[in-house]
Structures are given as C-alpha cells and as structure tokens.
C-alpha cells in the first residue's frame, strides 16, 4: 500500500503564488513518474504537470512558463511551485503517483495511487 498526502492548497489572488506538496508513505521500492492534476468543477481531471525519477518534466501548455514541478527522491516528495497564478486555475488539485511496491522480500507489485485532493482558489 501506497499512501499520498497533499499539502499546500488555498485561496490567493490573481498574480500570488502557492507551493503545493505530496508526500509518498507506504511499502514503497521504487517510484517511477509522479505529476499533478487539476479538476476544476465540471471538467474532467487534467494532467498539470509529470516529473520522472530522472527528473524530465511536462507541463500542460496553459501553465508553461508558471509552474515548476520538481522531486525530492530521497524524501518520495513532489512539488509544484504555482506562480502568476490565474483564477481559471482554480481547481482541485491530486497527486499521482507510479512505481514498484514491496509485497515480501524479493516481491514487487506496480502501484498507482493517488492524494486526496487539495483545493487551490485563485480570486480577488
């Protein structure tokens, strides 16, 4: 079992800045790509941003220039640093994260799992 917990999330004004984190707890042996995504209120969940365990990065091209996703692999933590930040980024943001999960010694399972969710407001 692989558990997320978000952190980070709230209310800012048009043009602030948030830092958003995800913690990875759990039978972890190895994560390969964790990113966030964003639902906003009755739209479907879009990738925000992906970072690989040798740290590549994408970013959906709305956020560009804005957010930085980044790791700390030692710590199974990502990040998102939101900057200029726009109220259509309103949104609930989740966690995602995949790897290998140790079943016993010497067994691994492939996980996915995702946060709870964390709300980040953008208004004036």
């Known amino acids: 079992q692989v558990q997320l917990v978000e952190s980070g999330g709230g209310l800012v004004q048009p043009g602030g800045s948030l830092r958003l984190s995800c913690a990875a707890s759990g039978s972890i042996f190895s994560i390969n790509a964790m990113g966030w995504y964003r639902q906003a209120p009755g739209k479907e969940r879009e990738l925000v941003a992906a970072?690989?365990?040798?740290?590549?990065?994408n970013y959906a091209d709305s956020v560009k220039g804005r957010f930085t996703i980044s790791r700390d692999n030692a710590k199974n933590t990502v990040y998102l640093q939101m900057n200029s930040l726009k109220p259509e980024d309103t949104a609930v943001y989740y966690c995602?994260?995949?790897?290998?999960?140790?079943?016993?010694?010497?067994?691994?399972?492939?996980?996915?799992?995702w946060g709870q969710g964390t709300q980040v407001t953008v208004s004036s």
């Open positions: 970072i690989s365990s040798g740290g590549s990065t």
């Open positions: 995602n994260a995949r790897g290998l999960s140790t079943v016993r010694a010497g067994t691994y399972r492939a996980f996915g799992s």
